[in-house]
C-alpha cells in the first residue's frame, strides 16, 4: 500500500526558512507528477508548487514563486519544498501528494497523499 509522510515542519520566524521532506513508500512515484500542497485553518487546501517525472518541469503557486522552491529524488522515492523567506501568511498545514499523470495543480486530481505536516510562521 503506498504512502507518503511528511516532515521537517516547525515553527520559525518571519523571513525564515524551513525545508520539508516527503517520503514514499509501497510503490515507485518515478513516473509521477509530485507535489505540495497547503491549507490554512478556514481555508481550503491550495496548491504550492509540483514537479513532474519527465524532464523535471516545476510549476509554482504566485504566492510562493521565487522563495520556495521544489525537488525529488527518484531512486529514494522523495519530495522535497525548500521555502525561504517565510511569511505568515505561509502558516498552514503542508501535505505532500502524487499522482500518475502530467502537472496539475487540482486538488481531486492527486490520488496519494500524505497526512501533513504544521509550518507556522510568526512576525
Known amino acids: 500500500q503506498a504512502q507518503m509522510v511528511e516532515s521537517g515542519g516547525g515553527s520559525v520566524q518571519a523571513g525564515g526558512s524551513l525545508r520539508l521532506s516527503c517520503a514514499a513508500s509501497?510503490?515507485?512515484?518515478?513516473?509521477?507528477?509530485m507535489g505540495w500542497f497547503r491549507q490554512a485553518p478556514g481555508k481550503e487546501r491550495e496548491f504550492v508548487a509540483a514537479?513532474?517525472?519527465?524532464?523535471?518541469?516545476?510549476d509554482y503557486a504566485d504566492s510562493v514563486k521565487g522563495r520556495f522552491t521544489i525537488s525529488r529524488d527518484n531512486p529514494e522515492n522523495t519530495v522535497s519544498l525548500q521555502m525561504n523567506s517565510l511569511k505568515p501568511e505561509d502558516t498552514a498545514v503542508y501535505y505532500c501528494a502524487a499522482r500518475d499523470g502530467l502537472l496539475s495543480r487540482a486538488v481531486n486530481e492527486y490520488d496519494f497523499w500524505g497526512p501533513g505536516t504544521q509550518v507556522t510562521v510568526s512576525s
Open positions: 514537479m513532474s517525472w519527465r524532464r523535471f518541469v516545476t
Open positions: 509501497g510503490r515507485t512515484f518515478s513516473r509521477s507528477t
